[in-house]
């Protein structure tokens, strides 16, 4: 799967989630797009987005998104709390569903 990292999640998370072509929203020079546009764009080359903003749902209609969406909670957004849920993350992609959050957490 291609899948999409958040700016608000450390880079360096994209090297643990193997098996997966995992870009940034800064690597794909997406920096400082406005959510609905971000998943707008991402809907078109990417299969799932994967961030740490647990208000998206709420202030996106993701249903009109072909795309998945993964929040990912944890107690911040260190690189050492996201870590522990790649499992679970890894787990999650092959049946999340596109148009719909996903919550991983611990």
């Known amino acids: 799967m291609k899948l ?4 608000c999640i450390d880079g360096r998370l994209s090297k643990a989630i193997t098996g ?10 997406w920096a400082n ?6 998943l707008s764009l991402a809907q078109h ?4 987005f994967i961030t740490v903003d647990r208000n998206l749902p709420h202030q996106q209609n ?3 998104f072909d795309l998945s969406i993964i929040v990912l909670r944890a107690p911040t957004n260190r690189l050492t ?3 522990p849920l790649v499992p679970l993350l890894l787990a ?4 999340a569903p596109v148009g719909q959050a996903t919550f991983i957490s611990l």
Not at 20 to 29: D, L
Not at 33 to 38: A, D, M, Q
Not at 45 to 48: G, K, L, W
């Open 81 to 83: 709390d996201l870590k």
């Open 62 to 64: 993701l249903s009109k």
């Open 45 to 48: 080359e990417f299969d799932a």
């Open 20 to 29: 997966h072509e995992v870009i940034t929203v800064p690597q794909q020079g």
């Open 92 to 95: 999650a992609l092959p049946t």
């Open 4 to 7: 999409l990292l958040d700016e």
């Open 33 to 38: 797009f406005k959510n609905g546009h971000l």
